[in-house]
């Protein structure tokens, strides 16, 4: 089912992220011998993006579907999206430039 198989993708980046922020930020060994000091990892959840994603669901589904997100104000648009992870990426360098840590899981 595509709704399964994209849940598990999206776990597996949290994961994977997870994972290599770990091994970033102590100074270990990462995956394969590769060292990741230097490099953020960070994963995002941004939540319901109001996309064309609904464009092959049945009309009646994708309807109700986009009217509830639009009533509840749910939906995030794709610009302010980006701008939050733009936001995220500059905390990240100003925290790494203050104390050599990093930022935040």
Known sequence: ?????????????????????????????????????GVSHICVDPGAV???????????LAAVYGAAMAGTRLFNRAEDVASSVLRLIHEEEEEEEGDGRGGKW
Request: charged content about 25%.
């Open 1 to 37: 089912h595509p709704a399964h198989a994209y849940a598990c993708s999206k776990l597996a980046m949290v994961l994977l992220s997870h994972h290599y922020h770990r091994s970033g930020r102590d100074g270990s060994v990462g995956t394969e011998g590769l060292r990741w000091s």
């Open 50 to 60: 109001k996309t064309k994603i609904t464009r092959r669901w049945p009309r009646l």
